[in-house]
């Protein structure tokens, strides 16, 4: 997403401002990474996160998404928990979030039934991915991508 560019000065000034205390915000209550393969791994920082706090990420982060990123992101609250316990309103910001970048999503429970994680990934890729391994396969080729172990 491009952005337009800022001529006078002052606005300038204004818009950098924010940008730098929206990356700070975000830096302060996330921890995230990125693989090269375009998969994301974010995880509250402390023990506790707020569903405003999760909006607030998910509202920085979609500026970042295009077609090709992410191909899936792990959304991981298994050292955490939502302040409230309110997961129901915590996983629909990241239905929400799964929708807007046409992606598909999943909750990952623990043993005790209890929502530890949400996972949200492009199904069309793994199709992909899927189809590229059964094609190696009869070739008798390697097939080197391991992206799709995280599918199965």
């Known amino acids: 997403m491009a952005a337009e560019p800022i001529d006078n000065a002052l606005d300038r000034l204004r818009h950098e401002a924010t940008a730098f205390a929206e990356s700070d915000y975000v830096l302060r209550h996330w921890n995230f990474s990125a693989s090269s393969r375009g998969f994301v791994w974010v995880s509250p920082i402390g023990e506790s996160a707020s569903?405003?706090?999760?909006?607030?990420?998910?509202?920085?982060?979609?500026?970042?998404?295009?077609?090709?990123?992410?191909?899936?992101?792990?959304?991981?609250?298994?050292?955490?928990?939502?302040?409230?316990?309110?997961?129901?309103?915590?996983?629909?910001?990241?239905?929400?979030?799964?929708?807007?970048?046409?992606?598909?999503?999943?909750?990952?429970?623990?043993?005790?039934?209890?929502?530890?994680?949400?996972?949200?990934?492009?199904?069309?890729?793994?199709?992909?991915?899927?189809?590229?391994?059964?094609r190696a396969k009869k070739t008798g080729s390697p097939c080197i991508d391991d992206a799709e172990s995280q599918f199965d």
């Open 51 to 134: 569903v405003e706090s999760l909006a607030g990420f998910l509202s920085l982060f979609i500026r970042c998404c295009d077609d090709d990123f992410p191909m899936g992101v792990l959304f991981d609250f298994s050292k955490s928990r939502v302040v409230g316990e309110d997961w129901t309103a915590a996983f629909s910001l990241i239905q929400d979030f799964a929708s807007r970048i046409h992606a598909r999503y999943r909750v990952i429970r623990a043993g005790d039934r209890r929502a530890k994680a949400a996972l949200v990934y492009h199904e069309s890729r793994t199709r992909e991915l899927r189809a590229a391994r059964r």
